[in-house]
């Protein structure tokens, strides 16, 4: 008996704990904190570490337009943060929902929560540009997302800076669980825009096809 008891109140002790470690990593967000005081520091140990690079420093390979603004430049996402939602164009034609979610050439997004807050845009993102395929914050690893391709993008894939560590990505989950099931809904990031990883694809190709000069980032109340 006393046997069988330890062996129960040590498998419970082991439940236990693996609860609270599943508690802690589901507790953890899924980005960088990008008004945090150390961001640069954490900017570049995901540079150097957890990034796959996709920084353009030459002219773009593409370029229409010179000294663009807002809706002239090639590439255009406009972000609602009253409605939580987000619009796309590449050369005028609105990019669709990639998600399959929305029909109406709306894409869901979330800004930053109370405390949080995602700052009004109305620029080009920073150059050199700062865009990755894959992004994975070391400082609060929240899981990847993977893709149809069954590769990992980091847990915020496909992300474009803007300034800092502010920026446009994917987030994780799917489309009836985890944060991508929260698009569109209330402001639930630390800062960063988030889209369905499918559209942030779409919005990182376009950037880095066309360049940082060539893109314009609105994000408004």
Not at 113 to 130: A, I, K, Q, V, Y
Request: hydrophobic share 35%; aromatic share 8%.
């Amino acid at each position: 008996m006393k046997i069988q008891f330890l062996m129960l109140t040590l498998t419970a002790a082991f439940a236990f704990s693996a609860h609270a470690k599943m508690t802690s990593a589901s507790a953890m967000v899924d980005e960088l904190v990008p008004n945090a005081v150390n961001i640069e520091e954490v900017l570049l140990e995901n540079d150097l570490l957890n990034a796959d690079s996709r920084i353009l420093v030459e002219e773009p390979k593409q370029s229409t337009i010179q000294d663009c603004f807002r809706d002239t430049c090639p590439v255009y996402i406009e972000v609602d943060k009253a409605r939580q939602r987000a619009t796309l164009r590449v050369n005028g034609q609105i990019v669709m929902d990639k998600s399959g979610i929305l029909k109406d050439g709306e894409l869901r997004a979330t800004t930053g929560m109370e405390g949080h807050g995602t700052p009004n845009f109305d620029r080009h993102p920073e150059s050199p540009l700062r865009a990755y395929t894959k992004y994975s914050s070391s400082k609060y690893p929240g899981g990847d997302w993977v893709g149809p391709d069954k590769k990992a993008y980091g847990n915020m894939p496909f992300v474009v800076f803007i300034r800092g560590g502010f920026g446009v990505h994917g987030t994780t989950g799917g489309n009836d669980w985890g944060n991508i099931s929260k698009l569109g809904t209330v402001p639930l990031s630390h800062g960063c825009i988030r889209i369905h990883p499918l559209n942030a694809k779409a919005f990182n190709q376009a950037v880095t096809t066309y360049g940082a000069s060539n893109t314009w980032i609105y994000v408004h109340e």
